[in-house]
Nanobody
Framework: QVQLVESGGGAVQAGGSLRLSCAAS????????MVWFRQAPGKEREGVAG???????AYADSVKGRFTISKDNAKNTLYLQMSDLKPEDTAMYYC??????????????????????WGQGTQVTVSS
């Protein structure tokens, strides 16, 4: 069983950057498909980015070209580098671990139902 702890959130102005981290313990993240989801107040949780076992990545259309997902197996940590942030990126960001057949579908068309392990979230607030 894997435990996940996110960090790195904060308040930034539009156009700024943040790097979120998701530190894992209890299991190695190389054994899981790792993803980032987010949820804004009053909205449904949505996929942001995912990184599969084989290195395949997937991104929501709204963040393509601005966000990059990566991991450091030695540190057992997942990252989300966010650049050119916009007010609509404001949300609680969660990392999750699991196994899915189609990462692209999991990111773009689900609310993360297939992921069994979740962190507590880190807040990102972008002001205009």
């Amino acid at each position: 069983q894997v435990q996940l702890v996110e960090s790195g959130g904060g308040a930034v102005q539009a156009g700024g950057s943040l790097r979120l981290s998701c530190a894992a313990s209890g299991a190695t993240i190389s054994n899981y498909c790792m993803v980032w989801f987010r949820q804004a107040p009053g909205k449904e949780r949505e996929g942001v980015a995912g990184l599969d076992f084989d290195g395949t990545t997937a991104y929501a259309d709204s963040v393509k070209g601005r966000f990059t997902i990566s991991k450091d197996n030695a540190k057992n940590t997942l990252y989300l580098q966010m650049s050119d942030l916009k007010p609509e990126d404001t949300a609680m960001y969660y990392c999750a671990a699991g196994a899915v057949e189609k990462l692209e579908v999991a990111i773009t068309a689900t609310m993360g139902e297939d992921f069994g392990y979740w962190g507590q979230g880190t807040q990102v607030t972008v002001s205009s």
